[in-house]
Structure formats: C-alpha cells, structure tokens
C-alpha cells in the first residue's frame, strides 16, 4: 500500500508535541510491516538542525531520507516558514496561519503528482493539514492521478481546531459554498478541523476510549454533533511508544540500566534522583514523580488545591515541566515551606525526564482528559506506577493489575488515591506484582501500525 503522511510537524525535524512523534514513528512502523510511504511537511527552518541531509528536489521542495527507503518532503517557501518557530511566537499565533496551512495544503497535494506517488491513502494529521481532503475534492478529483485517493484524519487533541475569521475565507480559493454549515462555517468562523472530519473518508483519534468522549458535549469542543453524526466512520488506535529509545535496559540517561530481570537496580536510580532533589536517600521512602506540562488540562488545578496534603503524607514528589505562571508561583512556595518533600524543576530537561521515570515509584498523571498521553506508558515500562484519572488513552493503558486509577475528578478522590498508592508501596511482595505487570505492558508501534492498516483497508472501501 502507498501511504503518503502529511503531518505539520515530524520529529526528528519540527517538534513542539506529541504529533511530531507519532508522525516521526509510525512511517517507520508502516515500513516494516512492507509498506510504500512517504512523509509531506512544511519546509521549517528547524529541518536543518536534525542534522541529516537535505537535498534539493527542485526550487520548492527539498527532502531528506529516513528509515530504509522513506522520504521526508519539505515544502519550502520563505514567506511562510521559514520563521523561528512553528505556529506562533512571543505575540501569539502568527496573523497568516490561514494561508501558510492552505498553501501547505494544496502543494502536498501538488506535489504527489509532481513525484508521480499515486497513494492510495493520505493519512493526514490535526487542523493545519485538514484542507487536503477539501483541496482534493474541489480542484483535484477531475484529475484521474487523484481520482482512487483516500484520506484519513487522526485527531490528536480536538482542542485545537484552527478557527479563522469568516472575512478570510477568499484567501482558502473556495467557492462560498464550501462555507456553510455542511462546510467549514462553525459559529461565523472558518473551522479547519471541522473541514477535515467531514471531507474525510475516515476519522480517527489516539485512543479507543477518546473517541468516544469526543462524541459528547463536554469534551466534544463544539464538534460533537459531526462526530457523533460520522461513528460509524470513527475509530481510535492508541499511539505507540518507541522503545528504542524508551529502555530503561539501554537509556544512556539513567545511572544504572535494569529490567525486569535486575528490577533490583531500580534502586539505584532512586536514590540518585533522590540525591539531585536534595532529598533524604533512603529506599524505603515513596518517591512520587511528575513530568508534565503545568496547565489545568494535566490535573494541576485539583493538585493546586490540596499539595500540602500530599506533601505531608511522608512521600518525596518530583515535579519536572514549565507551564502556567500560577503553577509555578505555588510549586515554588512548597518547595520553600516542604523543602524534604517537594522539588521542583520549571524546565524542559530531557535527561531529568529520564531519571524521574527511572527514579520514581509512581508517576502523577491526573489529566482532566487526555486523548492518548505517552508519560504513563514510559512510567509503566520503567515500573513507576502510573496514577490517573479514568479519561481518554490513560483509562486505555492504565489498570487495577498495573497502576492506580481514580474516577472522580476532584482534590478528595486524588488524594485517596495517591494514600493508596502509598499504602501499597510498603507491600513489598503487591508492590512487585503490580511493577512486573507494568514492565511487560506492550504499548509499541509494531502493535498501532498494525491497527493503521486495516483503518487504511477500511478507507480503501469505502
């Protein structure tokens, strides 16, 4: 099968989230599994700090090669990418967002023909990609090259939806009505995520159990109503998780490597992080970690309103991410009034990360939802039992035989829950069995890519 992936942004060249990597990874996966696939994407400045080599394919387009025989095309253009960052920058999202996607948008499409890669799916990712499907049926479809082309949209948060005043609506080259309620109107405004769920043949998100949350009123942002008017045409496929590189067996990060087989030498990553905390080094002491973006979305407004409770439960808690100026400020009073409990680092560290993972006996992830998340299925493989609320990919991954769960989403359930982790932390033998659960999870790419093929079969029909 010929997959082409238009992605906004593909890690190891752009990245600012979860979509990069999943954009990055699943390309690979495809490969393996013996498929034909390409990668389109916007021609950022940042391409070249991936340090792999750029060819020129002609004035507008570059790209580079990655995996055994795949293809990353960079469509370039001065005007609209070739800028510090990706969306936005200490202003706020750049004014001609509008036109950078759509120009995006339309050369993908020009650009299959130009190569002469008649795909059979184009799997597209998020809002900034979301005009393909439009572009493919108002200017492409006369075309014969295009005609059996099938496209599927992953959503990867519907909260982001890249929503546009009506009055610039000409600057797409659609006719009027391609504006309308059966079109992109949503509320007077142009909405390019709506474009795609309904253009698209079919629909996916990163996780079965968000797929049927974004179907509701409360999580469904205003798109509700088309979801639930296309489940017959939407699914959700958890996102994989490269464990090439998440390993505690082979992370050049952490002090000592283990596995299931030496879990003993966990230990010594503990008392590591313990000693870069400041804290007291001492095993028998439960160390809770976080590494997350501070926001309300990731549970920090229940944990806002008890972390005196928590820190006076005997625990060590790591806190990793920079986010919310008013999470900051609260952190950096209990780290002054809890200095042995709390520490606090308000940074991007990528090698903390890995030592908290490594570190850490159970991993804070109290999302107030979360389409997929990848921070719990590190933890379980690095056995730091997640600790979550019941919501979108964490209530996929994260079980009684594994971790903790709690399903009411307030300060009191949070707490219980975190005392009850506590509890079985000084239960030795329970502790293990649940660490040996969590350590065998299998949430790899080899799995998910699978899953993308018969999705694509199922695009393929209709």
């Given at each position: ?214 179907q509701s009123e409360e999580l469904g942002f205003g798109l509700e109503g088309i979801l639930s008017g296309r489940k017959d045409s939407l699914y959700g496929i958890l996102n994989g998780l490269d464990y090439n590189y998440w390993s505690p067996e082979t992370d050049k990060y952490i002090l000592k490597n283990y596995s299931l087989k030496s879990i003993e030498d966990k230990l010594v990553n503990k008392l590591e992080l313990q000693k870069i905390c ?14 997350s973006r501070l926001a309300e979305q990731k549970g920090f407004d229940i944990l806002a309103e008890d972390f005196e409770s928590i820190c006076k439960l005997g625990t060590q808690f790591v806190v990793l991410g920079i986010g919310e100026h008013r999470y900051h400020v609260l952190l950096e009073k209990m780290t002054q009034e809890y200095p042995q409990s709390i520490s606090v680092h308000l940074e991007f560290n990528e090698a903390l990360a890995h ?108």
């Amino acid at each position: 099968m010929k997959v082409a992936f238009c992605a906004s942004e593909v890690a190891p060249f752009a990245k600012t989230g979860g979509l990069a990597d999943v954009a990055g990874a699943l390309p690979l996966a495809l490969e393996k599994l013996g498929h034909e696939v390409i990668i389109i994407m916007p021609g950022y400045k940042s391409v070249h700090q991936a340090k792999l080599e750029i060819k020129k394919l002609n004035k507008h387009i570059s790209y580079a090669n990655i995996g055994k025989a795949i293809k990353v095309y960079f469509i370039e253009s001065d005007k609209y990418f070739h800028r510090s960052n990706l969306y936005c920058d200490k202003h706020g999202d750049y004014k001609d967002n509008l036109e950078r996607f759509a120009y995006y948008c339309k050369e993908s499409l020009n650009l299959l023909k130009e190569i002469n890669f008649p795909a059979d799916i184009i799997h597209i990712h998020d809002w900034q990609a979301s005009l393909i499907p439009v572009y493919l049926k108002a200017f492409f479809r006369q075309d014969n090259f295009y005609k059996n082309i099938k496209t599927v949209l992953t959503i990867h948060n519907l909260g982001y939806q890249g929503i546009f005043p009506k009055e610039e609506f000409p600057k797409l080259g659609l006719d009027w009505p391609y504006f309308g309620m059966d079109g992109l109107e949503f509320f007077g405004k142009i909405n390019l995520l709506k474009a795609g769920l309904i253009f698209s043949d079919i629909i996916n998100t990163v996780s079965p159990t968000y797929s049927r949350e974004i179907q509701s009123e409360e999580l469904g942002f205003g798109l509700e109503g088309i979801l639930s008017g296309r489940k017959d045409s939407l699914y959700g496929i958890l996102n994989g998780l490269d464990y090439n590189y998440w390993s505690p067996e082979t992370d050049k990060y952490i002090l000592k490597n283990y596995s299931l087989k030496s879990i003993e030498d966990k230990l010594v990553n503990k008392l590591e992080l313990q000693k870069i905390c400041g804290f007291k080094q001492d095993g028998n002491i439960p160390v809770l970690g976080i590494v997350s973006r501070l926001a309300e979305q990731k549970g920090f407004d229940i944990l806002a309103e008890d972390f005196e409770s928590i820190c006076k439960l005997g625990t060590q808690f790591v806190v990793l991410g920079i986010g919310e100026h008013r999470y900051h400020v609260l952190l950096e009073k209990m780290t002054q009034e809890y200095p042995q409990s709390i520490s606090v680092h308000l940074e991007f560290n990528e090698a903390l990360a890995h030592k908290v993972y490594a570190g850490s006996d159970v991993f804070l992830m109290p999302s107030q939802y979360e389409p997929c998340g990848l921070g719990q299925m590190i933890a379980l493989r690095y056995g730091a039992l997640p600790l979550v609320f019941k919501t979108g990919g964490l209530a996929d991954t994260v079980n009684s035989q594994n971790g903790f769960i709690f399903e009411d989403y307030n300060k009191e359930d949070l707490l219980g829950t975190v005392k009850k982790a506590t509890e079985v932390f000084q239960d030795k033998k329970k502790r293990l069995g649940l660490v040996k659960n969590a350590m065998q999870c299998d949430f790899s790419w080899d799995v998910s890519a699978k899953k993308y093929i018969e999705l694509y079969e199922k695009a393929k029909s209709k």
